[in-house]
């Protein structure tokens, strides 16, 4: 059984005050709750980490950083080392989500070397994949899907990668307020199962969780989660809102 999972992507939002009251308010109302049944987490921007971790601390509500750097240290100005992430207290990471690859331009191969130093440096990195609507209406999103997932893991062990959660988010359902379907979604998340089962194995397939993003809401997080292949929602614009990003919590127990 996969315990499902909840992450919120606070992205370029909030400030010193409003991260903190935000992640106060999240484990509050979801106060002993959490552990054992769900996987929830919070992704602030680098400068909120350490207070939102004090913020959240012995909540059951965990934290991640929204991008790292490969390197450990060095010559390296303006990045962040995953050896950083884990000395402030985050747990998860996020690797390649689509405004990192389709914004700031990273490619396939950065993504790769992110999410391998992640792992080799104790976090937990949730790599994004997710194709464009051209793509998608071209034909093409399986193709683009197993691109991300390849360069993704590309050479990673089987044990390295129990540490991987996938989040599939079609950039065209990204903060447009058009959800891919249930349906779109389970048929995605079944390509990226099978393509698990097919690199690795079936019983490393049936273990990793497939997230699904993209206007992911509270009246609609719970048609997503009945999905048999979707374990989790990553959830941007709606995880602001302590109320909303609970309820959407409360759909996926
Ligand atoms: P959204 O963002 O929920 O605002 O569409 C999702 C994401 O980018 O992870």
């Given at each position: 059984m996969r315990k499902p999972f909840v992450a919120g992507n606070w992205k370029l939002n909030t400030d010193s005050r409003s991260s903190v009251e935000l992640a106060k308010s999240v484990a509050a109302s979801l106060s002993g709750r959490v552990a054992g049944q769900i996987s929830v987490?919070?992704?602030?921007?680098?400068?909120?980490?350490?207070?939102v971790v004090r913020a959240v601390s012995s909540s059951g509500v965990a934290v991640g950083a929204q991008d790292v750097y490969?390197?450990?240290?060095?010559?390296?100005?303006?990045?962040?080392?995953?050896?950083?992430?884990?000395?402030?207290?985050?747990?998860?990471?996020?690797?390649?989500?689509?405004?990192?690859?389709?914004?700031?331009?990273?490619?396939?191969?950065?993504?790769?070397?992110?999410?391998?130093?992640?792992?080799?440096?104790?976090?937990?990195?949730?790599?994004?994949?997710?194709?464009?609507?051209?793509?998608?209406d071209a034909g093409q999103t399986e193709q683009v899907v197993a691109r991300h997932l390849r360069t993704g893991v590309s050479g990673l062990s089987a044990e390295k990668m129990s540490a991987v959660t996938i989040a599939y988010e079609p950039v065209w359902a990204i903060g447009t307020g058009r959800t891919a379907t249930p349906q779109q979604a389970?048929?995605?998340?079944?390509?990226?199962?099978?393509?698990?089962?097919?690199?690795?194995?079936?019983?490393?397939?049936?273990?990793?969780?497939?997230?699904?993003?993209?206007?992911?809401k509270a009246d609609n997080a719970r048609a997503l989660m009945q999905q048999q292949d979707v374990d989790g929602l990553l959830v941007g614009g709606a995880s602001l809102?302590?109320?909303?990003?609970?309820?959407?919590?409360?759909?996926?127990?």
């Open positions: 987490a919070v992704i602030p921007p680098f400068v909120y980490l350490q207070s490969f390197e450990q240290k060095g010559a390296f100005t303006g990045e962040i080392s995953p050896a950083m992430l884990k000395d402030v207290g985050c747990t998860y990471v996020l690797c390649g989500h689509s405004e990192r690859r389709h914004v700031i331009g990273e490619t396939d191969e950065l993504v790769g070397r992110k999410l391998a130093a992640s792992i080799s440096g104790g976090l937990l990195p949730v790599l994004c994949v997710g194709e464009l609507l051209e793509e998608r389970q048929e995605v998340h079944a390509f990226i199962r099978n393509w698990l089962a097919e690199a690795y194995d079936k019983t490393l397939a049936e273990e990793i969780r497939v997230l699904y993003g993209g206007s992911v809102k302590a109320d909303e990003f609970v309820r959407i919590i409360e759909a996926a127990l």
